[in-house]
């Protein structure tokens, strides 16, 4: 009895402190709704050092869900000094009912408080949720509905030298329009600068000598909203590999001549310290944005590799710290992140060795630039080796420029790599660099085509894709099985038309109706019914050089 007194008693006084520290807390969202923002205002009396080190003070919202589940979500800090500060949560539910809540706060070295129990009510709502791995050719979100992402690079918007219009307000429109569901964006000295004190290359955004950049975090406030009005889902590059190399070290906040913990871009990597102000920095990400389902992946590196190695391909930093840093940074998310965003990182052209079977990476990457017709083997290669979605997550004619001169070839390699990734087993199609020259070029309303057949075949197959062995004399064909539909993507990829039967190696299960669709203009035209024997044959399909057809076999 006496054990249980002194309990009670102990529990008392911390929930006393507590009310003492957590001066007052509000729910500024009055009706709380499914997979939508619901916000809570902290007034905090509590000393720190850094707001933005979890070391020092922490502050999390600690729920139950309406089913039972457990889940904590960190708060930020907004404004105020230490002993008088004002924090936020963002949090999005994922279940229809009611949620207990709490909050939990640690400071003064490992102290812990937490204030009484309190709930809030969440009707329904519209939406899909949040977006998860589910296998090599789909993401899927909490409501079950399965998704493929269609879209490009959109990494920054235009930048001092380059023309103003080319912003986000632009661009993401325009793609969500023409069908795009899904686009690319980095973190850079450029571009949503959140962890650059000195920017560059940019009159958007100003150097800051605050701990994360005011102008990078009001734009990226910015960015998810808009992306939350048009239904747009984003890869959020965290860093490019610019990062880690001259020019950019020298002013990363980092570097030990800039007051970071890191003498070399390897201490990045290895240092304890350096990976604590990472994770800080993915504490504060996760609590500001991560209650946003638009933001579908959160990737550690644009090609990791090209800070790895050099240009003579010399090993810089060594692989084993760059694989065992992400393998340690995926797992930092997955046990911090309550919505489960995918996590994922990329490379150019070089692997990193160990770095493609991480547990905690959803998503395998690499980007191919000159070599478009390499992505139907890259893709299927990778995902069955490492039995993990695999995505190109960069393609194009060139990397070098984006010299007018090459349009009509950079248009055609833009067209085939896309129905490249649609007919082959990954979730993100590849996405084309150049943004503002496709813009220019008026190629951005193709993705329309694209998404159209998308769209049949997740409807056709429920998800079920089967890869089937076909072939056309002097034609590129892929084909695909999606329920009891066939798809086949035919590209003329000579210089000389060609007229030729095409063949599914497949054992019919029914008479079909084939109907053709022209990507370029949309049309559907009705053709002879299939040839049926041991296995299916298409006859006499023409095709003018460079030109490109699907075919549509519905099972009678």
Same mark, same amino acid.
């Given at each position: 009895?006496?054990?249980?007194?002194?309990?009670?008693?102990?529990?008392?006084?911390?929930?006393?402190?507590?009310?003492?520290?957590?001066?007052?807390?509000?729910?500024?969202?009055?009706?709380?709704?499914?997979?939508?923002?619901?916000?809570?205002?902290?007034?905090?009396?509590?000393?720190?050092?850094?707001?933005?080190?979890?070391?020092?003070i922490?502050?999390d919202?600690?729920?139950?869900?309406?089913s039972?589940?457990?889940?904590?979500l960190?708060?930020f800090f907004?404004? @105020?000094?230490?002993g008088?500060?004002?924090?936020?949560?963002?949090?999005?539910?994922?279940?229809?009912?009611?949620?207990?809540?709490?909050?939990?706060?640690?400071?003064e070295?490992?102290?812990?408080?937490?204030?009484?129990?309190?709930?809030?009510?969440?009707m329904?709502?519209?939406?899909?949720?949040?977006?998860?791995?589910?296998?090599?050719?789909?993401?899927?979100?909490?409501?079950g509905?399965?998704?493929?992402?269609?879209?490009?690079?959109?990494?920054?918007?235009s930048?001092?030298?380059?023309?103003?219009k080319?912003?986000?307000?632009?661009?993401?429109?325009?793609?969500?329009?023409?069908?795009?569901?899904?686009?690319?964006?980095?973190?850079?000295p450029?571009?949503?600068?959140?962890?650059?004190?000195?920017?560059?290359?940019?009159?958007?955004?100003?150097n800051?000598?605050?701990?994360?950049?005011?102008?990078?975090?009001?734009?990226?406030?910015?960015?998810?909203?808009?992306?939350?009005?048009?239904?747009l889902h984003?890869?959020?590059?965290?860093?490019?590999?610019?990062a880690?190399?001259?020019?950019q070290?020298?002013?990363?906040?980092?570097?030990?001549?800039?007051?970071?913990?890191?003498?070399?871009?390897?201490?990045?990597?290895?240092?304890?310290?350096?990976?604590?102000?990472?994770?800080?920095?993915?504490r504060?990400?996760i609590a500001?944005?991560?209650?946003?389902?638009?933001?579908?992946?959160?990737e550690?590196?644009?090609?990791?590799?090209?800070?790895?190695?050099?240009?003579?391909?010399?090993?810089?930093?060594?692989h084993?710290?760059v694989?065992q840093?992400?393998?340690?940074?995926?797992?930092y998310?997955?046990?911090?992140?309550?919505?489960?965003?995918?996590?994922?990182?990329?490379?150019s052209?070089?692997?990193?060795?160990?770095?493609?079977?991480?547990?905690?990476?959803?998503?395998?990457?690499?980007?191919?630039?000159?070599?478009?017709?390499?992505?139907?083997?890259?893709?299927?290669?990778?995902?069955?080796?490492?039995?993990?979605?695999?995505?190109v @997550?960069?393609?194009?004619?060139?990397?070098?420029?984006?010299?007018?001169?090459?349009?009509?070839?950079?248009?055609?390699?833009?067209?085939?790599?896309?129905w490249?990734?649609?007919?082959?087993?990954?979730p993100?199609?590849?996405?084309?660099?150049w943004?503002?020259?496709?813009?220019?070029?008026?190629?951005t309303?193709?993705?329309?085509?694209?998404?159209?057949?998308?769209?049949?075949?997740?409807?056709a197959?429920?998800?079920?894709?089967?890869?089937?062995?076909?072939?056309?004399?002097?034609?590129?064909?892929?084909s695909?099985?999606?329920?009891k539909t066939?798809?086949?993507?035919?590209l003329?990829?000579?210089?000389?038309?060609?007229?030729?039967?095409?063949?599914?190696?497949?054992?019919p299960?029914?008479?079909?109706?084939?109907?053709?669709?022209?990507?370029?203009?949309?049309?559907?035209t009705?053709?002879?019914?299939?040839?049926?024997?041991?296995?299916?044959?298409?006859?006499?399909?023409?095709l003018?050089?460079?030109?490109e057809?699907?075919?549509?076999?519905?099972?009678?």
């Open positions: 009895m006496k054990s249980n007194f002194f309990i009670l008693l102990i529990l008392s006084v911390i929930t006393l402190n507590a009310q003492d520290v957590v001066k007052n807390y509000s729910t500024l969202t009055k009706n709380p709704l499914l997979y939508q923002r619901t916000e809570f205002q902290i007034e905090i009396n509590a000393a720190y050092s850094n707001p933005f080190d979890q070391k020092d922490a502050l919202l600690v729920l139950t869900s309406p039972g589940k457990p889940l904590a960190p708060c907004v404004s @105020g000094t230490s008088s500060s004002v924090w936020n949560a963002r949090f999005a539910p994922q279940e229809v009912g009611k949620y207990y809540f709490q909050f939990r706060l640690n400071y070295k490992g102290k812990e408080f937490f204030t009484k129990e309190d709930s809030i009510d969440v329904t709502f519209g939406g899909n949720g949040f977006l998860h791995r589910n296998d090599n050719w789909t993401f899927k979100f909490d409501s509905k399965l998704f493929r992402a269609i879209g490009e690079n959109v990494c920054w918007e930048r001092a030298w380059e023309d103003s080319f912003t986000y307000d632009y661009l993401l429109p325009t793609l969500a329009n023409a069908g795009a569901n899904f686009f690319r964006v980095w973190m850079c450029w571009n949503v600068p959140l962890e650059w004190k000195t920017v560059s290359s940019t009159k958007r955004y100003t800051s000598e605050e701990y994360f950049n005011p102008g990078g975090i009001k734009r990226m406030d910015e960015l998810v909203e808009l992306c939350d009005s048009l239904g984003f890869m959020l590059a965290m860093d490019s590999h610019g880690l190399m001259s020019g070290w020298e002013r990363s906040n980092y570097n030990k001549v800039n007051g970071g913990p890191a003498s070399t871009p390897t201490e990045f990597f290895t240092l304890e310290s350096a990976q604590n102000k990472y994770k800080n920095r993915l504060y990400m500001r944005w991560g209650y946003s389902p638009s933001i579908a992946a959160w550690f590196f644009n090609e990791i590799d090209n800070s790895a190695f050099n240009a003579s391909d010399t090993i810089l930093i060594p084993a710290a694989a840093w992400h393998d340690e940074m995926s797992m998310i997955k046990n911090t992140d309550p919505y489960n965003h995918l996590v994922t990182t990329s490379i052209h070089r692997d990193i060795i160990g770095m493609n079977s991480l547990p905690h990476i959803d998503l395998n990457q690499k980007h191919i630039y000159k070599r478009t017709e390499k992505i139907p083997w890259t893709i299927k290669t990778y995902s069955s080796l490492y039995n993990k979605p695999y995505a @997550g960069e393609f194009g004619y060139r990397w070098e420029d984006d010299d007018p001169k090459y349009g009509e070839l950079w248009d055609y390699d833009y067209k085939r790599g896309l490249y990734g649609l007919f082959s087993p990954t993100v199609l590849p996405m084309t660099w943004w503002e020259l496709f813009d220019t070029r008026k190629m309303p193709y993705f329309r085509s694209v998404r159209e057949i998308s769209d049949l075949m997740l409807e197959g429920k998800g079920s894709f089967e890869m089937i062995e076909s072939s056309a004399k002097n034609v590129e064909s892929y695909v099985k999606c329920g066939i798809f086949v993507y035919l003329n990829n000579t210089r000389h038309d060609a007229k030729t039967d095409v063949q599914l190696k497949i054992k299960e029914a008479g079909y109706s084939v109907k053709s669709f022209v990507p370029v203009s949309r049309v559907y009705k053709l002879a019914n299939t040839k049926n024997t041991d296995v299916i044959t298409i006859e006499k399909i023409n003018k050089a460079k030109e057809l699907v075919l549509i076999l519905c099972a009678k």
